[in-house]
């Protein structure tokens, strides 16, 4: 009878608590109401144990969103910035470059200019290219002014930062004011040349892919400006081997009027004429080569223009090309022009080999040349 008693006692207890739980419900408050909900069809679906443990890493996931989300688009206006340390608040930066929040960062970076706040040179850097690269104009001067105010020492060793102003001009469209801002930088930080040299090679790049009539002139203008105001010729050469290459025919035109205006030009060219070839042929480019032979032809570069046609004569060979090599010859027979005793034999040898039922393998142009 002791024993019942007891057991009614638990019995009523475990009643009390649960009328308790019930009455209590509707004070939970949403967050943990969301969990319950959570938990319950957990439960109702029927998951196993294992099946639980597939669901951490969601559960950690959207556990992530939220505390990056709270830490970074909330706190951010309560927390001072000037009480971070380095390294939360270079993270805090990069969180909201990542999220695209442009304004909120650009309020952040004007917070730690008031502040004087120092931001990582790492994060500066890659908010530049980021920005100059995207054609954020606002964004990348944003920047150029806190640098200025805030780390003046890297903003003098990075040359002002002008060559991402020059680039994020360039991106927007505006090559003319993109350049000149480039062409002053060269002309102020003598040690940053090489560097300024780099930029304009994948401005030149860029603008050649973009098919940008008026920024092709305007790069025309100032690669000739460089290469006669300070005897700097890559900028020029990058240029005219840009539009070499091109298969449009515009593009062609532009590198011969180079050419034509350029005598220093002429001498690189004659100097690379060799290396040119082979770099194109690894791209099976002929048409380049064609031009190129023309160009040597035109000047009068009968030593560089033997060289190259020796070099397209073996490429011929080695593709069993028989017409190529056919046409090559006649050339050679027009202009005087005599081919090695190793390349003539090696030829004999593909024509004694080769059956009148075999078809010459096609090449991806057929050689002709039009002088």
Request: glycine share 2%.
């Amino acid at each position: 009878m002791q024993n019942l008693g007891l057991y009614f006692r638990h019995y009523r207890l475990l009643c009390f608590a649960q009328n308790l739980i019930q009455k209590n419900t509707l004070n939970y408050s949403t967050a943990y109401g969301s969990i319950d909900v959570f938990s319950y069809q957990i439960i109702s679906d029927g998951y196993s144990k294992n099946d639980l443990k597939s669901l951490r890493p969601t559960s950690n996931l959207i556990n992530d969103v939220t505390k990056r989300h709270f830490t970074v688009a909330e706190n951010k206006n309560s927390v001072d910035l000037s009480k971070l340390s380095a390294q939360e608040l270079d993270n805090m930066l990069l969180e909201l470059h990542k999220l695209n929040k442009d304004k909120e960062l650009l309020q952040c970076i004007s917070e730690c200019l008031n502040k004087k706040v120092m931001i990582g040179k790492d994060v500066i850097k890659k908010l530049f290219r980021d920005y100059s690269f995207n054609g954020k104009v606002n964004s990348v001067e944003h920047l150029r002014t806190y640098s200025s105010k805030v780390t003046p020492a890297l903003y003098e060793k990075n040359g002002e930062f002008l060559h991402y102003s020059a680039k994020v001009y360039c991106m927007k469209g505006n090559s003319q004011k993109g350049l000149s801002i480039l062409n002053d930088a060269y002309k102020k930080h003598k040690n940053l040349r090489a560097f300024y040299r780099i930029i304009l090679k994948e401005l030149i790049h860029d603008s050649v892919m973009n098919r940008s009539e008026a920024s092709m002139v305007t790069f025309k203008k100032y690669v000739l400006e460089l290469s006669n105001t300070w005897n700097d010729s890559y900028p020029l050469v990058c240029f005219w081997h840009a539009c070499w290459k091109s298969d449009w025919f515009s593009d062609q035109m532009l590198a011969n009027e180079l050419l034509e205006v350029s005598e220093s030009l002429q001498n690189i060219i004659k100097e690379m004429a060799s290396t040119l070839c082979l770099t194109v042929l690894k791209e099976y480019n002929e048409d380049a080569v064609t031009r190129l032979l023309q160009t040597l032809l035109k000047y009068k570069m009968m030593n560089e223009y033997t060289q190259v046609l020796h070099i397209f004569f073996n490429f011929k060979l080695k593709n069993k090309d028989i017409r190529g090599c056919m046409e090559i010859l006649r050339n050679c027979e027009a202009l005087g022009v005599t081919l090695p005793t190793y390349l003539q034999r090696q030829f004999i040898k593909i024509l004694i080999g080769r059956k009148d039922t075999d078809k010459p393998i096609p090449t991806k142009t057929d050689f002709k040349l039009k002088f």
